[in-house]
């Protein structure tokens, strides 16, 4: 028995060691195979590929679904524009027509849009900013002899050379990792060659697409990632899987004929026969409305069985749509299912989102244009206490927005009564910036020193006023600048 028992261990000990061990970290079975060289999900492995530009391209102009998942994030987040706060002075509606008017003219807006789209398909792009200063291109920007922004240009990255002795290695630069200066190099324009053009990087304003880390980001020549390498799998399954659908249903309904003595026929060389026999069957299905053979011959319907398509649809939807980041309601423009489903909360974690990325994509640039506009030599004196805020994106209905108005009266009522606010304090407050603000602003400086005091109700209208507020000094009011066309990016 002993001499058993030592063989029987001899021999697991020798099998376990032709299982060779594949996994580290994690659960490992030698009976099942599970973790070790059996498992076959032991030899996936990621690896980050860079997107080429015929790639990227390919997926935002040949796919409808890759156009939308690029465009429809920046297109959110500028679509309702900014309002400039500032405090009262004489000139504060004449900054805030200044602002607009040359938003305006330069596009802001839809250049914007348009530059964070490209981003987001190629990895990064600049907006060149054509500033006559008296420089040459390649020189920094001269800001105290700016005579005008002239327009505004948006360049994806194929069409920029990264010199790797260009690039600012100093850590405590702002722009640490980013070019000194761009080669422009246009690959994409007709006609006869473009000859290099260096830019300054202040000439530029930059929007990269989705982060990479450092390593990755310097073998991508300094830029960041296509959302493409990320989302190219999703993208492809979902077109693939509706193409299959469309494909199944056109074959649906397969008619079967059964003919006696095919064999025979075919072998013989019979073909013709063969071929204006079922065409006949086919004319006399289309004119007779009835199915005419030979006794000996058979024709049925077969039907492809579609059972579990849907579900298979939902789960590639599914995951397309945990990739993009964008609700269903948004991305495919389906209603929302289930009882007294609404999609509106849905709409309103989106909409946080993506006021979240306008803070990182967007308050940059931004400060950089409003910067430049206001060192033309034709600008306006810029006030002191300029500020901007991002307009709300999730737009409430009459109902809500009326519902919301007068939740504040209630609370303005309030404060009124209790001696807090005085009644022009609230109609500047509420109608004094060019629309409807839920801000309250106290005008008297003996209670702004004492109290401290700017009453802020909802920012958006959509919470509760009563029960959403902070105290903050300030005396500002908002001016709407609005987008401009998107069209004809």
Do not use: C
């Not at 964008?326 to 974690?349: C, D, F, M, W, Y």
């Not at 939740?407 to 005085?422: A, P």
């Amino acid at each position: 028995m002993k001499d058993i028992a030592s063989n029987d261990i001899a021999k697991r000990k020798s099998k376990s060691k032709s299982v060779q061990a594949i996994q580290k970290d994690g659960w490992m079975n030698i009976v099942t195979g599970l973790g070790t060289s059996k498992d076959k999900n032991t030899y996936s492995e990621l690896e980050w590929v860079k997107t080429d530009r015929k790639t990227a391209e390919n997926y935002f102009s040949a796919d409808e679904m890759g156009k939308k998942v690029a465009s429809i994030i920046p297109h959110d987040a500028t679509r309702e524009g900014i309002s400039w706060n500032m405090g009262k002075g004489p000139n504060q509606v004449e900054v805030s027509k200044f602002l607009a008017s040359e938003f305006r003219r330069l596009r802001v807006w839809s250049k914007f849009a348009w530059a964070w789209t490209l981003a987001r398909v190629h990895g990064g792009t600049i907006v060149y900013m054509s500033i006559k200063d008296g420089r040459s291109l390649d020189q920094p920007v001269n800001w105290a002899k700016v005579k005008k922004i002239s327009s505004l240009t948006v360049i994806d990255r194929w069409d920029l050379e990264n010199s790797v002795g260009r690039v600012i290695n100093n850590i405590s630069d702002p722009k640490f990792g980013t070019p000194q200066l761009y080669t422009y190099e246009p690959s994409s324009m007709p006609g006869e060659a473009t000859e290099q053009v260096h830019i300054h990087n202040s000439r530029t304003i930059r929007f990269d697409g989705l982060k990479l880390p450092t390593r990755l980001y310097v073998r991508n020549d300094y830029w960041h990632d296509s959302i493409y390498g990320s989302l190219g799998n999703a993208l492809r399954r979902y077109a693939g899987n509706l193409d299959n659908i469309s494909t199944i249903i056109s074959d649906f309904n397969q008619p079967v004929y059964k003919i006696d003595g095919l064999s025979d026929a075919i072998s013989q060389d019979e073909d013709e026969l063969i071929v204006k026999k079922l065409t006949q069957v086919d004319l006399m299905r289309s004119v007779a409305r009835a199915i005419v053979l030979d006794k000996e011959d058979e024709f049925q319907n077969v039907s492809t069985t579609v059972t579990g398509a849907k579900d298979l649809i939902d789960l590639t939807i599914q995951r397309l749509v945990a990739g993009v980041d964008v609700p269903h309601t948004r991305l495919l423009g389906q209603s929302p299912s289930g009882l007294g489903a609404t999609g509106q909360s849905e709409l309103v974690n989106y909409y946080d989102n993506v006021g979240a990325m306008q803070g990182e994509h967007l308050t940059i640039p931004l400060d950089t244009i409003t910067d430049a506009i206001f060192a033309q030599s034709n600008a306006i004196d810029r006030p002191d206490d300029l500020e901007y805020e991002f307009n709300p994106l999730f737009q409430q209905t009459r109902e809500e927005e009326a519902k919301s108005r007068m939740m504040q009266s209630q609370t303005d009522e309030k404060y009124f009564s209790m001696g807090v606010l005085k009644v022009d304090e609230i109609s500047e407050s509420r109608f004094g910036g060019g629309r409807y603000s839920y801000d309250t602003v106290i005008t008297d400086e003996k209670r702004i020193a004492g109290e401290g005091a700017k009453v802020m109700g909802s920012s958006n209208g959509s919470e509760d006023p009563t029960t959403k507020g902070k105290v903050e000094a300030a005396g500002k009011t908002g001016q709407k600048s609005g987008t401009d066309d998107l069209a004809g990016l």
